[in-house]
């Protein structure tokens, strides 16, 4: 933007020229009418920034000779209030008039928020319903020379019809046209959603009480007595179009905040549905690893009945091969029959022992369908029941403090999967570390409302660095071959997600302590 400054103070002029350096501008100076006059024969300005009284001439007198008040904008800065010409000057199409404050500071800040406010509006459509050429003359060349874009109709039935073939930002209508009411004019419009949100401002000749009522009901914004301070006129039609702009950009920010609403909601309900199916996939491998640990225990659990059976028929076969009985003797027959009798018993308890470690096994597989209320000790009970023998192969003793044998209502196989893993963990550590006195102490008790299982061992801890990762899918610290880093993942999950408690591990007396909150 080129801009001349006509000012004979040279300290205003040069506060204006360092503003609109540092903006960018280019800024020519000229302290007297000589000046300007022969600067605007030798260049023409998008912006002349004018003071009215100079040393050598009048400011009015420069204004008449710019030759295109449309295309060169005036703004005037002056000492005077001159309210008669000042308002006169508005018509001619000055841009704006501002009287100069004590505090130059404040006189460069109205200047540039008018500069703002003309490069703001630039492009904005206004459209004039009159039938009056007069009125569209003096309308035309104020708005034009703000910037704004001007179109007319002399006619109600023309501007309807233009109103249905483009799109304006501000409607000025007058009430008394020639063809159609203006008042029914106004009702038409606001009938077309299209300009719901565009202001309307309305000229009359005369404003009654009655007039008023029917127009700002009927939706218009404002309403202006003819003939008009054109200042006022001014100062309304850029605050209509301020608001109508703002209206304008909230009403596209709500549609593309409804479009990316609709986008997230789509993106959620895909990421959760994603999210489901990882969550699967991992809980099925962690359900095959423990089928492992399971099997595993089996093993541990039915080697001892299943030695003791071998046992007892080596036993008999034994007897028989040596023939220590003389079945041709009653007493010998008894005998040995009190011996069969005997370990027949042991085998039907060894065997009774094998049908209830698979029948412990069949139920920790059997899913959860709803909630039940169970003593906190069960699940744990269950656990150790089912890995006593590994526990004992390995060397680990077992304490137990139960301070609360009260029920929970708890998915209670779920639970007692989350016990497994935190005993398996345990265990593998003592192996690990090489602990040959292995102890794990199981602390149950009550805190207020909710019930609190604590699992601590002395297995040396967990690393400082290691701790905030244990519960990380996939996270493990054993090798490949004995672990699949989501027990604990899981674990977490179904205390915290599934029972909407607590899980969470520390270290305590050169140990590691899981600590399952649950609500009673």
Excluded at 112 to 121: A, P, R, V
Excluded at 159 to 186: C, H, P, Q, R, T
Excluded at 293 to 321: C, F, V
Aim: hydrophobic share 40%.
């Amino acid at each position: 933007m080129d801009i001349l400054i006509v000012e004979d103070s040279k300290m205003v002029s040069n506060a204006l020229k360092r503003e609109f350096a540092r903006l960018n501008y280019k800024a020519d100076q000229a302290f007297s009418f000589a000046e300007s006059k022969k600067l605007l024969t030798t260049k023409e300005y998008d912006l002349i920034i004018l003071d009215l009284h100079l040393p050598d001439g009048e400011g009015y007198d420069l204004i008449d000779d710019i030759k295109s008040l449309s295309r060169t904008k005036v703004i005037i800065l002056t000492a005077n209030k001159e309210h008669l010409k000042r308002d006169k000057l508005f018509e001619s199409g000055i841009v704006d008039y501002i009287v100069k404050d004590s505090n130059l500071v404040n006189s460069v800040k109205e200047v540039l928020k008018s500069i703002k406010n003309i490069e703001q509006i630039k492009n904005s459509k206004i459209l004039l319903i009159d039938d009056s050429k007069f009125i569209h003359k003096q309308l035309k060349n104020v708005l034009e020379a703000r910037n704004y874009l001007y179109d007319g109709a002399f006619s109600g039935s023309e501007g309807l019809e233009k109103l249905e073939e483009g799109s304006y930002d501000l409607l000025i209508l007058d009430i008394e046209l020639g063809d159609i009411n203006g008042a029914d004019v106004l009702k038409i419009i606001k009938k077309n959603h299209k300009f719901d949100l565009v202001p309307v401002i309305i000229l009359s000749g005369a404003i009654t009480p009655e007039l008023t009522r029917e127009v700002l009901r009927g939706g218009a914004n404002d309403l202006m007595k003819k003939p008009f301070i054109f200042e006022e006129f001014i100062l309304k039609v850029d605050l209509w179009i301020s608001y109508y702009k703002k209206d304008k950009i909230i009403k596209e920010q709500n549609k593309e905040l409804a479009k990316l609403n609709s986008q997230l909601n789509k993106m959620v309900e895909e990421k959760t549905k994603e999210n489901l199916k990882h969550l699967r996939h991992l809980q099925q491998q962690s359900r095959l690893a423990q089928m492992g640990e399971m099997i595993s225990m089996i093993a541990h659990q039915w080697r001892q009945p299943l030695s003791a059976i071998n046992s007892a028929i080596i036993g008999i076969e034994a007897k028989l091969q040596i023939g220590k009985f003389d079945f041709s003797c009653q007493a010998d027959r008894d005998k040995f029959l009190n011996f069969l009798i005997k370990k027949h018993k042991n085998i039907k308890l060894y065997v009774k022992t094998l049908s209830e470690t698979i029948d412990d096994f069949r139920n920790f597989y059997k899913p959860d369908r709803q909630k039940e209320y169970v003593s906190v000790i069960e699940p744990i009970e269950k656990a150790l029941n089912i890995s006593k023998s590994s526990l004992e192969s390995s060397g680990v003793e077992v304490k137990k403090v139960y301070n609360y044998e009260g029920e929970v209502q708890i998915f209670k196989n779920e639970i007692m999967q989350v016990i497994l893993n935190i005993l398996k963990n345990s265990k593998d550590n003592f192996v690990q570390n090489s602990i040959l006195t292995g102890e794990i102490l199981i602390f149950v008790q009550k805190i207020n409302k909710s019930v609190v299982i604590e699992i601590c061992d002395n297995g040396g801890g967990i690393p400082k660095d290691v701790l905030p990762n244990i519960f990380d899918p996939y996270f493990s610290t054993k090798n490949e071959k004995n672990g699949t880093g989501l027990g604990l993942y899981m674990s977490k999950i179904i205390v915290e997600e599934h029972h909407n408690g607590k899980f969470e591990a520390f270290n305590r007396d050169n140990g590691a302590c899981f600590r399952i909150v649950l609500e009673e």
